[in-house]
């Protein structure tokens, strides 16, 4: 899935940090042994979190849709001494790729993996969390938002990625649950009062939240 033009995105690859070798690896990985290896996050995606994550300087970290832990590794590269990360998905047969990932990047001891449905887990969670990723089912989004908006800290920020969805959000004939999910999500929180918000124009988009 191209996001960008191919010579823009290696412009802009070319003008940031290289990509963790680690982090690398499990690119290569992900794209050989996974289904739909177009979800990781990437090098591009993954310095901009990264980039996110050490100018918030968590100290906790809730992450919604590991998949095979590329953006977990990113994020948790931000982390306050003594910081911590939970990061859920619900596919426990991605376990072994991202342990993998995880201990190969040296931040296995930050990080506590969870799987099975968010909307259960995320309640059974030690908060309040400085940051939140949303990467998951898009359909759910505005649950998970307003699950985990009560648990932000006031210096908080909530992170939803794929809010552009490839453009597909635009197509009012496009009506399966992920496009009309998020296309609620974005209309909802562009009426919320309670929060303000920005898209950057990352990969698919990611939306930038943080409360009044």
């Not at 995606?45 to 998949?67: D, H, N, W």
């Not at 909530?158 to 009506?175: C, E, M, T, Y």
């Not at 998020?182 to 939240?209: C, K, W």
Request: charged residues 25%.
């Amino acid at each position: 899935m191209d996001f960008l033009p191919t010579y823009l995105q290696h412009y802009i690859e070319s003008q940031i940090p290289p990509e963790p070798e680690a982090l690398a690896a499990l690119r290569r990985e992900t794209h050989l042994r996974v289904l739909y290896p177009q979800m990781i996050s990437g090098h591009y995606q993954g310095r901009v979190l990264s980039f996110l994550s050490k100018m918030i300087r968590p100290q906790r970290i809730l992450e919604i849709g590991t998949f095979t832990g590329y953006s977990a590794v990113c994020l948790s590269e931000g982390l306050a001494p003594g910081g911590r990360l939970d990061t859920i998905d619900v596919n426990p047969e991605l376990e072994v790729h991202i342990t993998r990932a995880l201990e190969r990047s040296g931040v296995a001891d930050r990080v506590n993996l969870h799987f099975g449905p968010a909307l259960e887990i995320i309640p059974t969670l030690e908060g309040p969390f400085d940051l939140v990723f949303i990467d998951a089912d898009k359909n759910n989004y505005l649950n998970y938002f307003e699950m985990v908006l009560p648990r932000l800290s006031d210096r908080g920020i909530i992170l939803a990625d794929n809010v552009l969805w490839s453009g597909r959000i635009f197509d009012q004939a496009i009506l399966d649950k992920e496009t009309v999910g998020i296309r609620a999500f974005t209309a909802f929180i562009q009426q919320d009062e309670r929060v303000e918000q920005v898209i950057l124009p990352v990969r698919d988009g990611i939306m930038l939240i943080r409360k009044k």
